[in-house]
């Protein structure tokens, strides 16, 4: 039996009156996942924990199968171990983003809004020349910076402190005086790269081109040194993770998953759909692997601009360029398999953040199909009655794993 899961990062949302009342999941053309619904179980799960926030960072461990009560120790630290930074136990990692802030004239850098966490998706290759600019002027013992990919970077604080830090896309269109770092040093490092980079080259580019420019770092997901156990030796299968982003490609890295290379992923809307698809496919039936995981970023970069076309667009996309093509492969290739689609957690159009509401699940199994009248989406989720009140029991169910001892 292979095992597959599609994850449609903040997939999930809320009715949305000019859709009619529907949500962008129940309103967009999804033929691949209508028919698939009609041989599946739908329900919904809670995928993060009562008092927890609900970031994909909690999200995902939970959909992965790890209790994020146990496991969470920062967003930061996962993606730090994807680039490959070398964490002490001392050290605490901190996601790193370059945003765009509003530049007017005469007013101190804390009357500054932001107005775009992700510089209109600004490529890895602009942004890593920004972020050596910064690292000209700024990188200094204790504080280290590291590239990313596109606008997502990461800073280590030797011997630091795990601050509370308010994450940006949570803030869009704020003053950011209420949210800037309490730390002396930390508030000081961004507010020089303002001026550091607001006069780039690259960014006079980007506003001639009537792009956001990259203008400011800004310092969130603060964490320590994570340690997850191993996947294989925890459910039995060998996994391989197929994202572009460097959070997913972490929380891989430590559950000693490997990670798949897929020329083209970028994280956004126009990503490389079809080559993290053939990755799956050819994971699953060429190199031996049991488990694949294919994290789709786009629906929820789509719902932090506040785009219902283009979040839209990002469920089709998932629909005709993943779940289609990937189910077709693993039916011609004779397989049996069981495939989980499901959101990490909601990304309301309405608030362009997310929330901890429960997410609809999708689970098919090629060798048993049910017969049923459902199409996925979160209403009829709801309306089935299967409810999973611990996210990260789901993996369990999903990988037949019937009795054991939750890790």
């Known amino acids: 039996m292979k095992y597959?899961?599609?994850?449609?990062?903040g997939m999930a949302d809320e009715p949305i009156s000019r859709l009619n009342g529907k949500t962008p999941l129940s309103y967009a053309k999804t033929p691949a996942l209508d028919a698939l619904s009609k041989k599946s179980e739908i329900g919904?799960?809670?995928?993060?924990?009562?008092?927890?926030?609900?970031?994909?960072?909690?999200?995902?461990?939970?959909?992965?199968?790890y209790d994020p009560r146990k496991y969470y120790s920062?967003?930061?630290?996962?993606?730090?171990?994807?680039?490959?930074?070398?964490?002490?136990?001392?050290?605490?990692?901190?996601?790193?983003?370059?945003?765009?802030?509003?530049?007017?004239?005469?007013?101190?850098?804390?009357?500054?809004?932001?107005?775009?966490?992700?510089?209109?998706?600004i490529s890895t290759e602009d942004c890593a020349v920004l972020l050596h600019a910064v690292m000209e002027e700024l990188d200094r013992d204790p504080y280290h910076f590291y590239v990313g990919t596109s606008y997502r970077h990461c800073l280590i604080w030797q011997n630091g402190e795990v601050e509370e830090l308010t994450p940006p896309h949570d803030v869009l269109?704020?003053?950011?005086?209420?949210?800037l770092p309490p730390d002396r040093m930390l508030y000081?490092?961004?507010?020089?790269?303002?001026?550091?980079?607001?006069?780039?080259?690259?960014?006079?580019?980007?506003?001639?081109?009537?792009l956001n420019p990259a203008n400011c770092c800004w310092f969130w997901g603060a964490g320590t040194k994570p340690a997850l156990p191993s996947f294989r030796e925890k459910t039995g299968k060998k996994g391989i993770m197929i994202s572009a982003v460097?959070?997913?490609?972490?929380?891989a890295v430590g559950a000693g998953m490997d990670v798949a290379q897929v020329e083209?992923?970028?994280?956004?809307?126009?990503?490389?759909?079809?080559?993290?698809?053939?990755?799956?496919?050819?994971a699953l039936i060429k190199d031996g692997y049991d488990f694949a995981y294919i994290h789709i970023e786009a629906p929820d970069e789509m719902g932090h601009q506040g785009s219902v076309e283009k979040k839209l667009q990002a469920i089709e996309y998932l629909d005709a360029r993943v779940v289609g093509p990937l189910t077709e492969a693993l039916d011609r290739s004779g397989e049996a398999y069981r495939l989980l689609v499901m959101p990490d957690h909601p990304t309301p159009i309405r608030i362009r953040t997310h929330?901890?509401?429960?997410?609809?699940?999708?689970?098919?199994?090629?060798?048993?199909?049910?017969?049923?009248?459902?199409?996925?989406?979160?209403?009829?989720?709801?309306?089935?009655?299967?409810?999973?009140p611990e996210g990260y029991k789901l993996m369990d169910k999903f990988l037949e794993i019937k009795q054991k001892m939750h890790l």
Not at 51 to 64: E, F, H, R, Y
Not at 371 to 379: H, L, P, R, S, V
Request: hydrophobic residues 35%; glycine residues 10%.
């Open 355 to 388: 929330t901890a509401e429960s997410v609809p699940y999708l689970l098919y199994d090629s060798t048993s199909p049910q017969k049923n009248d459902w199409n996925y989406n979160e209403a009829e989720a709801i309306l089935s009655g299967n409810f999973i």
């Open 188 to 210: 000081e490092m961004m507010e020089k790269s303002y001026e550091i980079l607001k006069d780039h080259p690259i960014n006079k580019e980007r506003r001639q081109n009537g």
């Open 74 to 121: 920062g967003r930061s630290p996962l993606e730090a171990l994807s680039i490959g930074v070398p964490m002490q136990d001392t050290d605490i990692a901190m996601r790193c983003n370059i945003v765009t802030l509003s530049e007017e004239e005469g007013i101190p850098f804390s009357k500054r809004r932001i107005l775009d966490h992700s510089s209109g998706e």
């Open 264 to 282: 083209g992923a970028t994280g956004g809307l126009h990503t490389n759909y079809e080559g993290k698809t053939q990755a799956a496919v050819d």
């Open 44 to 65: 919904m799960v809670s995928t993060i924990p009562e008092g927890m926030k609900p970031g994909s960072d909690t999200a995902n461990l939970s959909v992965i199968g």
């Open 246 to 251: 460097d959070l997913l490609k972490g929380i």
């Open 173 to 179: 269109g704020r003053e950011i005086a209420p949210y």
């Open 4 to 9: 597959v899961v599609v994850l449609g990062d």
